[in-house]
């Protein structure tokens, strides 16, 4: 979706701040008459003007320079260096009677014809000679939490919803904001031991001469426990179906990502219902180890593993996925959830990954993860020539590395480096090992 630069002007002032600062104007009546004593000058005061039934405005937005390389793996391949900035406004209004409403505009790159941006992806790139940059409505809900006791809570939302929560890279990108409706519950086991739930039922396209609009089911179970006050767990259960696929051409949707199996025609072979387990055991140290008597981590210092594994039962082969890996420190990059402070925090992490061509839907999993391909990948249609390049998606295995450190609560240097090979190539000359780098800097505000 693309928006003029005077409206996004008008947009960001009428919606991202709580108020519109007047002044009062002055009457004739109020102004000194002449050779009158001189009256002392007041200041125009300012006046915040907001609905009784709003109770809270808590702003989410993001500003992140990255820097992102694919390193070529050969001479016919090309290294590429790109800035790519994201920009991401938006804001959380509390009301009365239980409701919220939340909004974000970011930054939109094109994406496929009379598409509104890529959905996996925000990141634009200096290019085009500082071409204006579009954007595009990220966020657009209503949510309502009628049920809030002291052991348990669920809530109900719909419109273009927050990236589902609790789930991996290789089931949902990051940046992917659904369309449809979601349910969240929660309850209290133990004073020790919640048990959650959500649900998402998503449109993923609306077709004019079809009733088969694909649609998208989620469904997950969880139990979060802590077993002391240095180990905790956490365990849940996902499926995910999707219905009409066939009707998620390369036509009809944004063609962002690669790897499942397609006809001639861009018509996906296979059908997505996924049975998806995960878990991880973090151990809570009260303290970093120490260098020269000073800790090298500011608070508890948590070590984490974990792990997980992706069934796609609506394809025969090629359909499974599974990843699993440590981290040490920890730096979270989610700004939806304020109060926690991150200053002196770091995080150093590693996760060996291998998903198979249709372990998922591609066009839901990381537009980050990715490998170089020198031929067309197998089962992805077209014909002529194929040049060498990096390509996102899934048919991939290999290793995941993270380095992050936050040297104030508003910013966060994150480093991330994956070292991938594709599964199934054409040709045994095809597979080759590529390396992809991002380094980001995201200040929070």
């Not at 657009?140 to 009628?146: E, K, V």
Request: no cysteine; glycine share 8%.
């Amino acid at each position: 979706m693309r928006t003029g630069p005077l409206a996004i002007l008008a947009i960001a002032v009428l919606t991202l701040w709580p108020a519109v600062l007047r002044a009062e104007p002055e009457s004739p009546a109020a102004k000194p008459q002449e050779n009158a004593p001189a009256e002392p000058e007041e200041k125009a005061k300012a006046k915040v003007e907001t609905p009784d039934w709003l109770t809270s405005l808590r702003l989410v937005s993001d500003l992140r320079m990255r820097l992102d390389v694919a390193y070529a793996p050969a001479s016919d391949f090309v290294t590429r260096w790109r800035m790519r900035p994201r920009l991401r406004l938006g804001a959380i209004a509390t009301l009365e009677d239980d409701w919220a409403i939340g909004f974000r505009l970011a930054s939109t790159p094109t994406l496929g014809k009379d598409s509104g941006g890529d959905p996996l992806s925000t990141n634009q790139t200096f290019e085009d000679n500082a071409s204006r940059k579009p954007i595009g409505v990220d966020w657009a809900f209503a949510r309502w939490t009628p049920i809030h006791t002291p052991k348990g809570n669920g809530s109900f939302a719909l419109g273009k919803l927050e990236n589902p929560p609790n789930f991996t890279e290789d089931v949902f990108d990051v940046d992917y904001t659904p369309e449809g409706f979601a349910e969240q519950f929660s309850y209290e086991l133990h004073p020790n031991q919640t048990a959650s739930a959500y649900l998402g039922q998503y449109v993923l396209d609306e077709l004019q001469f079809s009733s088969k609009d694909p649609l998208l089911f989620v469904e997950q179970l969880r139990l979060d426990s802590k077993w002391s006050n240095h180990l905790t767990t956490a365990v849940a259960v996902s499926g995910l179906s999707i219905t009409n696929p066939r009707s998620l051409t390369t036509a009809n949707v944004p063609d962002s990502n690669h790897g499942n199996t397609r006809d001639a025609a861009g018509v996906l072979l296979n059908d997505y219902r996924l049975l998806i387990g995960d878990g991880s055991v973090t151990f809570n140290l009260d303290r970093a180890p120490l260098y020269k008597g000073a800790p090298l981590y500011k608070g508890r210092f948590p070590i984490k593993l974990s792990g997980e594994y992706i069934h796609n039962f609506g394809a025969r082969r090629d359909n499974i996925g599974f990843a699993f890996g440590a981290s040490f420190g920890s730096v979270g990059l989610r700004n939806n959830q304020p109060g926690r402070s991150q200053r002196g925090t770091w995080e150093i992490s590693y996760r060996y990954q291998r998903l198979q061509a249709d372990a998922n839907y591609e066009e839901l999993a990381a537009s980050d993860n990715g490998a170089f391909y020198r031929g067309r990948p197998v089962g992805e249609p077209g014909s002529g020539s194929f040049r060498p390049t990096f390509l996102n998606g899934l048919n991939i295995r290999g290793h995941a590395f993270r380095l992050a450190y936050a040297p104030a609560d508003s910013l966060v240097l994150d480093i991330r480096v994956w070292r991938n090979e594709p599964i199934k190539v054409g040709t045994p000359g095809d597979k080759v090992q590529g390396v992809r780098m991002l380094t980001d800097l995201v200040w929070r505000f």
